[in-house]
């Protein structure tokens, strides 16, 4: 190999490990920019780095760094279809990821909005506060709801790690989808065939008389990530409920809270698991000690980590496959 060919082939190798690097920079800040700092849109991040692009690239030109020919009127037909084949395909997969992506900014406005910053000192009068009203009146949500974002740090951190071991519960830690009223179709999930995932959790908030919009915004939970993990759990627990054919009678949430309590590992969960067991009555606590308690634990031990689930694309599946899938065997 001539020095000159040695020359070119240098230029080409280092040409391509630049533009490597360059690359995997890119989508580096892309990621840092859009999730940590928040920024607007994709879109607005991307018009910039075009922007740029054209500036860095004629700013090298004129230094000499590079040469290329001045836009002309027939350098559109010269470089025809390329424009059609960069644009098309990337549009259409802007249409199917812009409902990911509008529910993952949401989602941090909603954050934003919400947030409440603690001292120490607040956090601690809080979590006794919460406490003690709680084991007062376990109906009072707000205060369990309150509890459970002072007290659950470290089982977050569990549960992300857990939903960050399978593909299905990266996306949904990536795309952050909300279940509402405004983002769950629940006239069609009532239009399914009996039996599949979306219709039993239809019928459990008919029959239950519960909605989707009735679960608190985070408040008290500091990063971002956590904060969705915790509204994630907040938002899916009716679903639980139904595909584990739960009602909302006490028998029924002391039974759902061991599941969550032994996947979860949420501080909340625990104390509502036994605490609560000790206000069944005397003929649901002998079924609760004879049938749901086992059962609850088996599951919760046995079965797939249930938060990292993506039930929305799950509306159509059997609830029998599901099961199965899941590894949980069903009490009733």
């Known amino acids: 190999m001539t020095e000159h060919e040695q020359n070119a082939m240098f230029a080409r190798v280092a040409s391509a490990v630049f533009y490597g690097l360059s690359s995997f920079m890119i989508t580096v800040v892309n990621k840092t920019v859009l999730t940590t700092f928040g920024f607007p849109s994709f879109q607005v991040l991307g018009i910039g780095q075009m922007f740029a692009t054209v500036v860095v690239?004629?700013?090298?030109?004129?230094?000499?760094?590079?040469?290329?020919?001045?836009?002309?009127?027939?350098?559109?037909?010269?470089?025809?279809?390329?424009?059609?084949?960069?644009?098309?395909?990337?549009?259409?997969?802007?249409?199917?990821?812009?409902?990911?992506?509008?529910?993952?900014?949401?989602?941090?406005?909603?954050?934003?909005?919400?947030?409440?910053?603690?001292?120490?000192?607040?956090?601690?009068?809080?979590?006794?506060?919460?406490?003690?009203?709680?084991?007062?009146?376990?109906?009072?949500?707000?205060?369990?709801?309150?509890?459970?974002?002072?007290?659950?740090?470290?089982?977050?951190?569990?549960?992300?790690?857990?939903?960050?071991?399978?593909?299905?519960?990266?996306?949904?830690?990536?795309?952050?989808?909300?279940?509402?009223?405004?983002?769950?179709?629940?006239?069609?999930?009532?239009?399914?065939?009996?039996?599949?995932?979306?219709?039993?959790?239809?019928?459990?908030?008919?029959?239950?008389?519960?909605?989707?919009?009735?679960?608190?915004?985070?408040?008290?939970?500091?990063?971002?990530?956590?904060?969705?993990?915790?509204?994630?759990?907040?938002?899916?627990?009716?679903?639980?409920?139904?595909?584990?054919?739960m009602p909302t009678t006490m028998l029924g949430e002391v039974s759902v809270k061991w599941v969550e309590a032994l996947q979860t590992r949420l501080p909340m969960c625990v104390t509502g698991a036994i605490f609560g067991a000790s206000r069944l009555r005397s003929r649901q606590r002998q079924l609760y000690l004879d049938h749901h308690l086992p059962w609850s634990i088996n599951t919760g031990l046995n079965a797939k980590f249930l938060l990292g689930v993506y039930y929305e694309e799950r509306w159509e599946q059997p609830l029998e496959d599901f099961h199965k899938e899941m590894n949980i065997t069903r009490l009733v």
């Not at 290329?68 to 199917?96: A, H, M």
């Not at 919460?130 to 009146?137: C, E, H, W």
């Not at 795309?175 to 509402?180: C, D």
């Open 57 to 245: 690239l004629l700013a090298a030109r004129k230094l000499r760094y590079v040469d290329y020919p001045s836009l002309e009127t027939t350098t559109f037909v010269k470089i025809w279809p390329l424009p059609v084949i960069y644009i098309v395909p990337r549009w259409v997969s802007g249409r199917f990821a812009s409902s990911a992506s509008s529910a993952h900014e949401a989602f941090l406005e909603d954050y934003a909005k919400h947030h409440v910053s603690l001292s120490p000192l607040q956090r601690v009068l809080l979590t006794v506060g919460s406490a003690a009203i709680s084991l007062a009146n376990p109906f009072r949500g707000d205060m369990i709801a309150c509890l459970g974002e002072t007290t659950g740090a470290n089982a977050l951190v569990h549960c992300r790690r857990q939903m960050e071991s399978t593909s299905e519960g990266r996306r949904v830690l990536a795309e952050k989808p909300r279940v509402n009223a405004s983002t769950v179709d629940l006239s069609r999930l009532k239009d399914l065939p009996p039996a599949t995932v979306g219709r039993t959790y239809r019928d459990f908030l008919d029959n239950n008389n519960v909605s989707p919009d009735d679960r608190a915004a985070v408040q008290y939970v500091d990063d971002v990530e956590l904060a969705y993990v915790m509204q994630r759990y907040r938002e899916v627990h009716d679903i639980f409920h139904a595909v584990l054919l």
